[in-house]
């Protein structure tokens, strides 16, 4: 499932996802699962036929991203695998950063990250002006909503309706890799 939240020139979207890490850190061997949640930049097209066509929405790069993960096999509610990811490059997020405020309080940190975009943008080494005028307001006033998606995304996890392994055959290992990318979810 995906929520998207988009303003004027940036957007927040939220997934569930399940994750089997390629190259895990020591002692998160096992899949994991929760909710994803980017910053990305988003864009609004122009009318194609009429004044009554739907406009085109582009979903862009990343900016910022938050895992709400927990492992499969762990305790429901442990945030034992919650990060997030200050800045990325192009499209690949950089290091995983454990903050002990995020798995203390992960809603109450998403509500103070999302109510500052220039400190997200700096963090990601992004220009102030990628934002539009009115994005950083405009994200401040939907954070709860944001929030509230983001908590019920990840008690369908735990009830097991979202967050699942994907069904079928397990890939192969991509080259270098010893074990094969297992995801699902859109992000």
Known sequence: MLYMFAFDKVGVVVGDLYFVDPEPLKG??????????????????????????????????????????????????????????????????????????LSADPMGWLGDRLADLDGLLEAARFPADTAGPTDAAQLRGAAPEIVDATRRLLERVRAGELGNRPEGETPAPLPGQQQALVRSGWL
């Not at 994991?32 to 009429?50: A, N, Y």
């Not at 993960?69 to 990811?85: A, I, K, Q, Y």
């Open 28 to 101: 998160q061997e096992s899949p994991e699962h929760g909710v994803r949640l980017e910053l990305r930049l988003v864009e609004q097209g122009e009318l194609v036929d009429s004044v009554y066509a739907a406009y085109p929405v582009s979903v862009g790069r990343p900016v910022w991203r938050a895992d709400f993960l927990e492992s499969v096999d762990g305790r429901p509610g442990s945030f034992d695998r919650t990060h997030h990811h200050p800045a990325f490059t192009g499209w690949d997020p950089g290091e995983r950063v454990f903050v002990r405020e």
